[in-house]
């Protein structure tokens, strides 16, 4: 089952937690979510804590959804995500690269 994207919040990163919603929608839209083992975000180091808190919220999903990785990167600024299938082929990739979310 999909994610439901929730509403936004007044604190954290609206840029993190949106591009997260949207890689999510894209899966969804492109029927790859339900081949999902997992899915990796990779956060730039120079990230603010406040932007790992809005990707955490927008990764909430039912326990029986793919698995979340999140990686905490030495590239400052850098959003990556990565959708993997069982067998670890990659499905989606979206790099948000200079941004802080």
Do not use: C, N
Not at 16 to 24: D, H, K, Q, T
Not at 36 to 52: I, Q, Y
Not at 66 to 85: C, H, K, M, Q, V
Request: charged fraction near 25%; aromatic fraction near 6%; glycine fraction near 12%.
């Amino acid at each position: 089952m999909p994610p439901q994207d929730s509403s936004p919040s007044s604190s954290g990163d609206p840029d993190a937690g949106s591009a997260v919603r949207g890689f999510v929608r894209t899966l969804v839209s492109q029927a790859l979510f339900e081949h999902t083992a997992r899915l990796e975000v990779t956060l730039g180091g120079g990230g603010a804590l406040e932007t790992l808190l809005a990707v955490e919220r927008a990764l909430t999903w039912p326990p029986e959804g793919p698995s979340r990785e999140l990686i905490w990167a030495t590239e400052a600024g850098a959003l990556r995500l990565s959708a993997y299938d069982e067998a670890g082929r990659l499905l989606l990739k979206r790099d948000y690269g200079g941004r802080r979310g």
